[in-house]
Every structure is written in C-alpha cells, then in structure tokens.
C-alpha cells in the first residue's frame, strides 16, 4: 500500500514511520510542508494519506477536500473536536495523537478492507473487457483495466500497462479508438487515456494513477475532454 504522511510535527512523522514499518506491506513518504506534500498526494495519489488537522495557518480540513477521488484519508491529530469535520469528508478513521499502535493498525486495516472492495468491484465490471491487438504477429489480448495509456508512434501505438511491458501493435491510434469503449477518451493528437485513471488536470495537461508522466491535453481536444469527466463524475 503506497501512503503519505504530512504533519508539521517531526515526531508524528517519525511515529508513523515507525508504525508502517513494523506493520509491514506499506511504502511511507513523509512531508512536514504541507504545501510540498500536496503537491506529491495530487501527483502520485497513493492509496492512503496520513494528514494532520492544524498545520499553522494550514487546515489539514481544507487540504483534505483536494485529494484525488480513490486517495483513503486518515486524520491524525491532537484536537479531537475536530473529529466530525473529518469524518463529513468521508475520512476512514481519525486517529487521536499519541495513538497506539494496535489503534493505528485498526485505522489501516479499514483502508485495506475497503481498498479490497474497491478492486474487487472493479474487477469484477472489467474482467472480461478486453481488446485484441496483433503484435509482432500475434493476436494478444489486453485487459482494459491494465491499461494506464496510449501513445501515439509512427506507424504504430504503444499501449503502456499497468503490470508489464508496454505492447506495440501496428496500427494507427484512430483505429485502435474503434476497439476503445466510451471509457477512454483522445486528450491529444498522440495521447488516449482511461478515465477512471485521471488523478489530476488543468488545461494543458494531466497526470494518471499509475503513472509518473505528465501528458499534454491538445487544445482541440480540451472541450470534449472536460465534457466526458463531467459525465464521469456525475
């Protein structure tokens, strides 16, 4: 499980880092800038975020309303009367400083149970939903939930994965659209990305779940763009 941890406290960091550890299957990063930390959660969107409430003049509340849809959130903090406001953003559990351990893995274990029912219900919608590419002359099938994105080559595309090497058919990107559902869209003359793998956007471009690349949106492709994560979102 990928998780960040931001909290102005050197020490709340330094616990936390010690719970993962001995905790085990977790992969930490720490931020006591919860500017510089937000910026990491909205790049990467792990799957757990660890955040304080008081930041000086920084609310963990106000950070939280920003994260990226498929991010858990656990509160952590010294003020226990701001434990309604956490849980009025659907945070997974408030974990009141000191907390124990044995309360900390309580907290995580929630994440991971309904992490578990997120991919189990993913799973269960795409499991069957592929597409059949030739490559170097053979008919591979790729699943679509595999798929992080498309790239546009000369006279091929490359279809990055999620869990192996990117395939490389022979084919243009407008043919490969054809065999695509409504779930993937164009953002560029070179570029076809998932929807449901959309962690962040502005005008000029976006960044992916799974994926450290910054893609460019095409101006032309902005409009329509914008209309299908609306439909995505409502």
Do not use: W
Request: hydrophobic residues 40%; proline residues 5%.
């Amino acid at each position: 499980m990928n998780c960040i941890a931001i909290d102005d406290e050197p020490v709340a960091l330094s616990v936390l880092t010690r719970y993962c550890e001995r905790m085990g299957g977790m992969e930490l990063k720490t931020y006591s800038d919860p500017v510089v930390g937000m910026h990491e959660v909205l790049r990467a969107a792990p799957d757990l975020l660890f955040l304080d409430i008081r930041m000086g003049e920084i609310s963990g509340v106000e950070l939280a309303r920003e994260i990226p849809k498929g991010t858990f959130l656990v509160f952590t903090t010294a003020y226990a009367q701001y434990a309604v406001d956490g849980y009025d953003l659907d945070a997974v559990d408030f974990l009141h400083k000191p907390f124990s351990y044995p309360r900390f893995c309580r907290a995580v274990e929630k994440a991971r149970q309904l992490q578990a029912l997120r991919e189990l219900s993913q799973r269960s919608a795409t499991e069957e939903e592929t597409i059949t590419v030739k490559v170097e002359y053979r008919n591979v099938k790729i699943p679509l939930s595999e798929i992080v994105y498309i790239e546009a080559m000369d006279n091929y595309v490359r279809i990055h994965l999620r869990n192996a090497r990117p395939a490389l058919p022979q084919m243009s990107l407008r043919n490969l659209l054809e065999l695509l559902p409504d779930t993937f869209v164009r953002i560029h003359k070179s570029f076809v990305v998932p929807l449901r793998r959309v962690a962040s956007y502005t005008r000029t471009g976006l960044m992916l779940n799974g994926s450290d690349t910054t893609l460019p949106i095409g101006r032309a492709f902005y409009a329509d763009f914008i209309e299908r994560m609306n439909d995505r979102d409502r």
